[in-house]
């Protein structure tokens, strides 16, 4: 792992553990979202989050944290917040039950 990819790390994790209670809130989020729509984003979770007066700032990128709750779609979408200047997100998916045993 590079030095960079060290930092970004404890970054996220210091922002996770300082936003623990509305991170928790998010992800919980992302979950009824992704089964209503299948499919989710964290600007999704974001304008959900809006509607509660919650910010999350950097902890936003660890909604959809390494786990066995969430596949990455292979796809981007553009990001709509006027505070992302309109980077690529990616596109989130509940993972399907793994075998234990496979």
């Keep these: 792992m590079?030095?960079?990819?060290?930092?970004?790390?404890?970054?996220?994790?210091?922002a996770a553990e300082r936003r623990a209670e509305?991170?928790?809130?998010?992800?919980?989020?992302?979950?009824?979202?992704?089964?209503?729509?299948?499919?989710?984003?964290?600007d999704d979770v974001q304008r959900q989050l809006a509607k509660r007066s919650i910010k999350l700032g950097n902890a936003a990128g660890s909604i959809?944290?390494?786990?066995a709750d969430?596949?990455?779609t292979g796809e981007w979408a553009q990001s709509t917040r006027p505070s992302a200047h309109a980077r690529y997100i990616k596109i989130w998916k509940r993972s399907e039950p793994r075998d234990m045993w496979t």
């Design 2 to 14: 590079t030095e960079g990819q060290l930092l970004r790390d404890e970054g996220k994790a210091l």
């Design 70 to 72: 969430w596949d990455w």
């Design 22 to 42: 509305d991170l928790k809130i998010a992800q919980e989020l992302a979950k009824l979202l992704a089964t209503r729509y299948a499919t989710v984003t964290s």
């Design 64 to 67: 959809f944290k390494p786990s």
